[in-house]
């Protein structure tokens, strides 16, 4: 192994099984380094049904903030034995593997192996009787001792490393007095049996405190978005519980009891658990129809089932919101899987010609921004509106930026009062005044025999009134997708950064087209091609439709690759669709195994395709 040591720039991953107690271990480590001021990322692979189960948790710290998933760890504890084969092949040459003792292996594997990597048997049953008689305990502090471990060998913050401890188990004295003990012996045990690592070196990787971390915050995207909602007015929502997105509603009921109090301290507004998926986004659309600010959570199969209500959004032109947290499919697919494969769906979600604006989050920040954005556009253009977020994203932790309180007052869209109405002689509720494609809305209970109207998913007028016309229904459709131009102008636009060269100009024709949670490792991606000399210019979709920004990107650019996690290559679909006179332009990088998109599966087919043309 080289001598050079290492600052702040290793993979640790953690094989354990499904409700071992690990994920607090590994939150501390993890929430650990974060409070040291080091960039820090973590990612939980865990199982879909049983306890018991494998389940792998993997930290990355970096100092030039690159905390994606990379394919191989540099230290790797071995608590399961039925991954063990599978584990050893994760360590990358020279790294470390810490096993448990009580997993045997073939002498023939551990000389095979010994060539490449550095294995360690630590004896955690052995240690764990020290911390206490509970059984039940043995099991929960187990992971603990690895932690004392890893403490000791990386250099954590002792003092970071306790605090920490105390906040995971706040107001648990007892569970705070055993946890520490179980940390520090095995922090002992490396200090007394695990000191050789140290000697010539053998044990190179180190933490180093820094500040990187300043006004940052570690949180995860399902938090996130349930702030935002809050604070961007929501006032009902409705659920069904599914994988990855039952938390996003969790986490609103309990900001709503803190947060959003009456005057007598009681919570208010409306949270309903419907009986399932159409139950709960019809809901909205009556909550959205009667004037509230409405949002339900889902994933792709509860998507599916909300297909019938999205035309009726559609057509009867209702606000409403749906926080989509996509996992992998077709079906149930694998519900702990990441995957940005419900684009094309959710953006024509309905039968016959819908369009629908979605959103794409690809950070803590945007995740509560967009929250307030898409409950506006939603009630701005009164349409469905679908954030696509999706499972690394909602589920893992991730650096932030501390949040800004919003500023900026809600957009309640085109709303007539009494008063408003009185002004208009010919009051049409589908009626396009402004030319923008919006017609104006009133809300039940207004006083005014204009503001009456009936909402129908079946063909009608400009009046709302029943018909089978065909030149009325073209109207009306045709006004709909005007609506659909007119927010071009209003949805977030994409992130660019172009390849410049010292005074100004910019040096390259290549252009890559990426959106959400691909943004990590789209940005060490970028730095891995610049070392090649490759540079490129770089567009960060956040929205559906596609503005004049991505129209001058395409325009501007030669070979645009387009990066996304799927196996259909559905954004490409779009743009193809949306530039057909540019399609021969794009390029289609995909990834769809369910682990969240690494830097390497980005470059490396990029290289490859401009290499195959050279």
Not at 584 to 591: D, L, P
Request: with cysteine; charged share 20%; net charge neutral.
């Amino acid at each position: 192994m080289s001598n050079i040591h290492k600052i702040n720039d290793f993979v640790l991953e953690i094989a354990t099984v499904n409700g071992s107690g690990s994920q607090s271990a590994n939150n501390i480590i993890m929430k650990t380094i974060f409070r040291m001021g080091i960039p820090v990322g973590g990612k939980n692979l865990f199982p879909s049904n049983i306890a018991g189960l494998p389940t792998w948790f993997t930290i990355r710290v970096n100092e030039l903030g690159f905390t994606a998933r990379r394919e191989e760890a540099d230290i790797f504890i071995a608590m399961n034995p039925q991954t063990i084969k599978e584990d050893l092949k994760k360590v990358r040459a020279q790294g470390w593997i810490f096993i448990n003792d009580e997993i045997k292996l073939d002498p023939q594997t551990i000389e095979s192996y010994s060539k490449n990597i550095n294995l360690a048997f630590v004896p955690f049953k052995e240690l764990v009787q020290k911390a206490t008689e509970s059984i039940k305990l043995k099991k929960l502090l187990v992971n603990m001792i690895y932690v004392g471990l890893l403490a000791e060998l990386l250099g954590l913050d002792s003092k970071i490393l306790a605090e920490t401890i105390s906040d995971q188990f706040k107001g648990k004295t007892t569970a705070i007095e055993s946890n520490l003990k179980a940390m520090q012996i095995g922090q002992s045990y490396a200090v007394e049996s695990l000191q050789y690592l140290r000697e010539n070196n053998k044990f190179n990787l180190y933490l180093k405190s820094l500040s990187a971390n300043l006004n940052k915050i570690l949180i995860d995207g399902n938090t996130s978005a349930a702030l935002g909602f809050i604070f961007g007015g929501c006032t009902f929502a409705s659920w069904y519980p599914i994988t990855p997105s039952s938390s996003v509603l969790e986490n609103y009921m309990n900001f709503s009891d803190q947060f959003r109090l009456d005057e007598n301290k009681k919570s208010t507004g409306a949270i309903i658990q419907a009986e399932d998926e159409l139950a709960a986004i019809c809901m909205v659309m009556g909550a959205g129809w009667a004037g509230a600010r409405a949002m339900t959570s889902t994933s792709g199969p509860g998507l599916s089932l909300m297909a019938e209500a999205a035309g009726m959004f559609y057509y009867g032109e209702i606000p409403g919101v749906i926080w989509d947290v996509q996992r992998v499919g077709p079906s149930t697919g694998m519900p702990t899987r990441t995957a940005q494969g419900d684009i094309l769906f959710a953006h024509t979600l309905s039968h016959g010609d819908t369009k629908h604006i979605v959103l794409l989050p690809a950070n803590m920040e945007e995740c509560f921004e967009f929250a307030q954005t898409s409950l506006d556009l939603a009630e701005r253009f009164q349409t469905l509106v679908i954030s696509l977020s999706d499972l690394d994203l909602g589920m893992n932790f991730w650096i932030s930026n501390e949040f800004s309180y919003p500023t900026k007052p809600f957009d309640r869209g085109k709303i007539l009062t009494a008063t408003e109405l009185d002004k208009i002689k010919d009051y049409g509720r589908y009626k396009d005044v402004d030319g923008d494609g919006i017609p104006y809305r009133t809300l039940p209970g207004t006083h005014h025999d204009a503001a009456a109207y009936f909402t129908r998913g079946s063909g009608h007028d400009e009046k709302a009134l029943y018909t089978e016309n065909s030149e009325a229904y073209s109207v009306v459709l045709n006004r709909l997708n005007k609506k659909f131009e007119t927010a071009k102008n209003y949805v977030p636009k994409p992130k660019i950064q172009l390849a410049k060269s010292s005074n100004g100009q910019v040096t390259s024709k290549l252009g890559i087209i990426a959106f959400g949670s691909t943004d990590l490792p789209m940005q060490e991606a970028l730095h891995e091609l610049d070392i090649k000399n490759l540079n490129f210019n770089y567009l960060r979709l956040r929205a559906i439709p596609f503005t004049e920004e991505v129209d001058q990107f395409v325009k501007n650019n030669e070979k645009i690759f387009v990066v996304e996690q799927n196996r259909d290559s559905q954004m490409m679909s779009l743009l193809k669709i949306n530039y057909p006179e540019f399609a021969a332009r794009f390029v289609s990088i995909t990834h769809f195994d369910g682990l969240p998109i690494t830097a390497k599966n980005i470059y490396s087919p990029i290289v490859q395709n401009l290499m195959e043309k050279n």
